[in-house]
């Protein structure tokens, strides 16, 4: 069956190319871009940050609106200002006490105070500002706890409005371990809210989660993996509230993100110093002495490997401290590029003293170096904790650089494991959760690349083959947003 065009507005807290932290701006780019070339017509909102305003920025129009309050508070003055960016028409509401910041969510690894009430201010200002523009989507795609206001505020402060009527909200969960937990008198601004006592969307202490809001208001939910969407029902994958999920389980939906490979091919790839083919592996070897070279390692021939990822617990940077420490104790390098938690970037900072001709640690994030490391290194480590989709792994297949990482949401669903299915095998897998675990398959690793060189050229292919193509993903959400809208008419035509 043919998917129906339906106009999509995406409403994200960052985008690739304006504002990133972290994999959602991929996301908020790749996801609209792809269902733009599918045939639908699509709006994206973010808020205006400071980052933005510093940028160049092409011609804008910009708009000035008002966002009524409750009674005793003044009204909130902002402005939308449209722009184009990547082929995208992008509202950017400007608000400069909730954005003009140094940071997007907060500064010193310390979230800003006042995140529940900025973001529940860009929720009300996203609606009320299709209200003024009268823009009524089919699907308002929304993502993550900064946005998950706007299905809750759909179904009671619009929910009788002629406007949204046949407006649908999809909710796509990037990480449920940011829940989005604020104190309730931080909602001053949604008195649906701030006046009403909603049990479902409690917390201890008068706290509201957000999180929660976006599961239980939207009309379909999804996870950037199957197996991520699974998780979410159980108690640990969800973080402490698998109820909600459970609740909602029957419009839950795994949808694994896709890549952009237009970026991320070693073929064409203009920020590496040698491109490269499946066919034309050599020159990844040259890419390799190119990154021994600029990271002031000594060039020799021995594996190299890679991590490229936030300094959090999450992606497993504490397992790996304690591994490097017994692992470059072999002929190997590593090299670490992230920045984050202060106390994780010491202990790696320390390593670097101990080991200099045998590990490095970036500490600045730079484009250029993501891609040389893809491109130079034999293996990429992932060992996260939870990882809902994760993209670096996926990037790593491109490049032909093996991952390792553990057998947990997203990672599961794109790396095969070599012991488990070596015909398609692409990479290694671990299960446990500890620094044991991870540190023998790094040795299992480092064997099987000494001692294997043709399997680890056939993985390496492999690898190279895998593909998730944005096509494909966009297929997914498609038939989500059309199931979406078929519930609509179910229960139209029912009543
Ligand atoms: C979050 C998740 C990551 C995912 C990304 C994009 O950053 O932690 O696993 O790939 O969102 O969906």
Redesign the pocket.
């Known amino acids: 069956m043919a998917t129906k065009s339906v106009s999509v507005l995406f409403v994200a807290s960052e985008m690739l190319g304006l504002a990133k932290t972290?994999?959602?701006a991929?996301?908020a780019l790749y996801l609209p871009q792809a269902l733009q070339c599918a045939g639908q017509t699509v709006n994206v909102f973010i808020p205006y940050y400071k980052q933005i305003a510093q940028k160049q920025q092409s011609a804008q129009q910009v708009h000035h609106f008002c966002l009524p309050t409750p009674v005793g508070h003044s009204d909130i003055e902002y402005h939308v200002r449209s722009i184009e960016h990547q082929g995208l028409s992008v509202y950017l509401v400007d608000c400069p006490h909730y954005f003009d910041r140094l940071s997007l969510y907060g500064e010193h690894n310390l979230g800003y105070a006042d995140n529940g009430e900025r973001f529940a201010f860009f929720c009300a200002a996203v609606l009320q500002t299709c209200f003024e523009f009268s823009l009524a989507p089919k699907i308002i795609h929304c993502n993550?706890w900064h946005t998950a206001l706007v299905p809750f505020l759909l179904k009671t402060r619009f929910g009788e409005d002629g406007l949204f009527q046949d407006t649908r909200a999809i909710f796509?969960v990037?990480?449920a371990?940011f829940q989005g937990t604020y104190p309730r008198n931080q909602m001053w601004m949604i008195p649906e809210i701030s006046g009403h006592f909603i049990g479902k969307i409690q917390q201890e202490h008068h706290d509201i989660n957000l999180l929660k809001c976006g599961i239980l208001y939207a009309d379909k939910i999804t996870a950037?993996?199957p197996n991520?969407a699974a998780e979410l029902l159980t108690d640990l994958g969800s973080h402490g509230i698998a109820s909600a999920f459970r609740e909602r389980s029957e419009d839950l939906f795994g949808i694994l993100?896709g890549c952009d490979y237009q970026c991320w091919d070693p073929q064409h790839d203009p920020l590496i110093p040698h491109n490269y083919d499946i066919d034309h592996l050599q020159n990844k070897s040259k890419c390799k002495q190119f990154l021994q070279e600029s990271l002031g390692l000594p060039v020799r021939s021995v594996a190299v490997y890679g991590m490229v990822c936030r300094l959090t617990e999450?992606k497993g940077v504490h397992l790996v401290i304690p591994a490097l420490r017994e692992f470059l104790r072999h002929q190997v390098q590593v090299v670490v590029m992230g920045t984050g938690d202060l106390a994780l970037a010491g202990q790696l900072h320390a390593l670097a003293m101990q080991f200099p001709d045998r590990f490095v640690f970036m500490t600045t994030y730079t484009e250029e170096h993501a891609h040389q490391i893809e491109a130079g290194c034999d293996y990429f480590l992932m060992p996260?904790l939870?990882?809902?989709?994760?993209?670096n792994q996926i990037y790593s297949l491109a490049y032909g650089t093996l991952p390792i990482v553990r057998d947990v949401?997203?990672l599961r669903d794109t790396v095969n494991d070599y012991d488990r299915e070596p015909h398609c095998a692409t990479g290694f897998v671990f299960q446990e959760p500890s620094c044991l675990a991870l540190l023998n398959l790094m040795r299992r690793s480092l064997l099987f690349y000494l001692q294997e060189p043709k399997e680890f050229q056939r993985l390496r292919k492999n690898a190279m083959r895998t593909k998730f193509l944005w096509s494909t993903t966009v297929t997914q959400y498609q038939q989500v947003y059309q199931s979406a809208q078929l519930d609509v008419f179910g229960s139209q035509e029912e009543s």
């Open positions: 972290g994999g959602l991929d996301v993550d796509t990037h990480n371990a950037v993996s991520y993100n999450q996260s939870f990882e809902p989709c994760g993209l949401g997203g």
